[in-house]
């Protein structure tokens, strides 16, 4: 008895210590769940021991980079708009602040990455608190506020959000909690059984917004911007635009994504010259949702000079303007992850290519590559009008930008992305997004690889700049026309065949199917052979294709062009021998190694024509090539010929001159 006395003394000193340090020191004291280990077993205590470890090292690192603050001037500070995720900070990943989410226990942030990998996991990944669901995550914000929490102002506004929606949930442009967006959406009886109370909503964020907490401020300015039919709430413009002021900033210190959220105000009150001020110091300061508006804004030819918006359609956009705007739209591509910067910034592209060159083919089918490439054919001169129904032609428009859904729906089949089906995006672009790997081969075949590229040169805004009509000088009429591919809409036999195996067999790769690629290079070894003997005039099927390029170099020496020729001709014959003496065990065939070699063949084999045919030079009949082959044996097959060098190909030469001299 006298046992349990003291340990039920010793627990109840060890939770008055731990209550009153917390209330003294919060930051720098750890959780009690954290430190009594009454959630996480001994595995989970090490590797969050390593994570906190690794998580300081690079918050020291990158105290300037992911601090809370910017120091811009003397006395000028502004929010960050990137951080890095604890949990996957030692991969050295930084994502805007939008992709976070907020733990109420700890006040730690986590991308949602990291929320999808860990999502079934029922306790915070920081401070191993465990945390409820469904309809007990009410009662432990309260308890968390009983206890006086890390975070009091945080605990206010979810509870003000989880009053103002109900037990709904929803994401948050800033931050969310993951116990609600874990939350099933409300059913009937729940709606009647807990009702949204706009005005107990109102009340914490009113305490949040008190103790400082911008978001609090912003879930304010917002309920106040919002009509609620069946609530007694009522709303006030006035009291909105109040707390989007003052979530602007405090002090010298300025918040972006207030910016950008006061900005979006003002555009649906039609304040226009105030609204665009407002996108530009937001887009100034990194917000990309900022410059995204900003952009658009620029693109519209609002807020020049006037508010009123009966002269915005009268206004022209000028091409300095609209440079800015593409610059914009670039940096909220890359850095932002904003997906309707995407669109506009394809919509702006397209418009004005076909201003300037007419209504252009697409090659390829998806995304901002096409109207990429649109500006590379007209900076080269090949751009090409389509002669076709211009219904058919809008509608052809209208589906490209339609796709530009691209976060949220699969770009081959349309299937929306989930949270145990999450979409795919592409290696290499990683601006198209697919449901699965069969989709993505599918969407590679019928047109992506004529498009996809890497994602630092897709939106990069330089080249962009230097390929714009009113930047180049570039001429409409300077375009000639280039051949049609092959239309997608009716598969060829190879395509569906293609199509199949890939269903059965679900290869990863996303280049031609081993087999096919093989063949093609066996096709590619026959056409060399072939060529040869009609340009040697050989009869004798003895000869070996080694043989018969040994016969070429003999009688092609006084041409330069020869030696280059010869190179790929090796390169071709290597690559036709790998393929028909393949084994299982040997690595799979590379299609861009094989691709660069059939192009320098034919580039080569039209340099051989052309100095062949600048030369005069007449075709050796078989008398010659008799008596080369009775010197033959003289010339000892070794893997060095294979592989000839310019060296040895101008020396070889010269000794069988030689010997034909002694002959005589």
């Known amino acids: 008895m006298f046992q349990y006395i003291l340990a039920f003394l010793a627990g109840k000193l060890v939770s008055d210590f731990l209550k009153k340090e917390r209330k003294e020191d919060p930051e720098s004291t750890p959780s009690e769940a954290s ?17 906190n470890a690794n ?29 890095m995720c604890f949990y996957c900070s030692k991969e050295g990943k930084e994502h805007p602040i939008e992709y976070f989410i907020q733990y109420p226990c700890c006040g730690q942030f986590i991308c949602c990455d990291c929320i999808r990998q860990n999502r079934r996991q029922s306790f915070c990944g920081e401070c191993l608190t465990s945390l409820p669901q469904n309809s007990n995550a009410m009662l432990f914000m309260y308890n968390l506020l009983d206890k006086g929490g890390l975070r009091k102002e945080l605990h206010h506004r979810m509870l003000g959000r989880c009053f103002r929606y109900g037990q709904d949930t929803r994401m948050d442009e800033l931050m ?58 009522q709303r006030n413009n ?32 039609r304040r226009f010259g105030e609204a665009i001020e407002k996108f530009k110091i937001a887009a100034i300061f990194g917000h990309s949702k900022g410059q995204y508006k900003y ?6 030819g609002l807020g020049k000079d006037s508010n009123d918006a009966t002269t915005k359609e009268a206004e022209v956009v000028s091409n300095e303007e609209t440079t800015e705007a593409i610059e914009w739209l670039c940096k909220a591509s890359v850095d932002g992850y904003y997906g309707p910067s995407y669109t506009l910034l394809a919509q702006t592209l397209l418009n004005i290519s076909e201003k300037t060159f007419g209504t252009a083919e697409l090659v390829g089918k998806s995304h901002i590559p096409r109207v990429v490439q649109i500006l590379n054919l007209a900076k080269a001169g090949k751009y090409r009008n389509r002669r076709r129904n211009p219904k058919e032609i809008i509608e052809e428009a209208d589906e490209l930008l339609a796709r530009y859904n691209c976060t949220k729906q699969c770009s081959n089949c349309g299937a929306m992305g989930s949270e ?21 081969r599918k969407d590679y075949r019928e047109g992506h690889k004529f498009d996809c590229c890497d994602r630092e040169g897709l939106f990069d805004f330089h ?17 000639t026309a280039l051949p049609m591919l092959q239309s997608t809409s009716k598969k060829t036999l190879s395509e569906m065949v293609d199509d199949d195996t890939d269903e059965i067999y679900g290869e990863e790769e996303l280049d031609y199917d081993e087999f096919l690629l093989s063949q093609m290079m066996l096709r590619m070894r026959k056409n060399l052979e072939t060529y040869l003997d009609r340009v040697l005039g050989n009869t004798d099927t003895s000869l070996n294709l080694e043989k018969k390029i040994k016969v070429f170099i003999t009688q092609e020496t006084d ?9 790929a001709m090796q390169k071709i014959r290597k690559l036709g021998n790998d393929a028909a003496h393949r084994s299982p065990e040997d690595p799979k065939p590379n299609q861009k190694e094989c691709e660069e070699a059939v192009r320098e063949f034919r580039k080569q084999k039209q340099d051989y024509e052309i100095a062949r045919a600048r030369v005069g030079k007449q075709d050796h009949g078989m008398s010659e090539l008799s008596t080369v082959q009775e010197n033959t044996p003289t010339v000892q097959v070794t893997s060095a010929t294979q592989n000839t060098t310019e060296d040895s190909l101008q020396k070889k030469p010269k000794k069988k001159k030689r010997k034909k001299k002694k002959k005589n």
């Open 463 to 479: 080249s962009i700049k230097m390929k714009l009509p009113w930047i180049n000088g570039q001429d409409s009429q300077e375009r």
């Open 55 to 83: 998580n300081n090292a690079n918050n020291n690192a990158n105290n300037n980079k992911s601090g809370y603050r910017h120091y811009i001037g003397q006395d000028t500070t502004a929010t960050s708009n990137s951080r």
């Open 35 to 51: 430190i009594l280990g009454l959630t996480a077993s001994g595995k989970m205590k090490k590797e969050r021991k390593n994570t």
């Open 559 to 567: 041409l330069n062009e020869a030696l280059s020729f010869v190179k």
């Open 238 to 269: 006035e009291t909105a635009e109040y707390w989007f002021q003052r979530a602007l900033g405090k002090g010298n210190t300025i918040c972006p994504i207030a910016f950008t959220r006061y900005g979006e105000f003002l555009f649906w009150e």
């Open 295 to 300: 952009a658009q804004m620029m693109l519209d």
């Open 176 to 233: 969310s909690f993951p116990v609600y967006e874990r939350m099933p959406k409300p059913c009937p009886l729940l709606a009647i059984m807990s009702p949204p109370s706009v005005g107990r909503a109102v009340e914490h964020f009113l305490e949040a917004a008190r103790d400082g907490d911008i978001c609090a401020m912003l879930d304010l300015a917002d309920t106040y911007n919002t009509d609620f039919p069946n609530d007694p709430f």
């Open 420 to 440: 145990s089906n999450p979409l795919l995006a592409c290696n290499r672009c990683n601006v198209t997004m697919y449901c699965s790997k069969i989709c993505q």
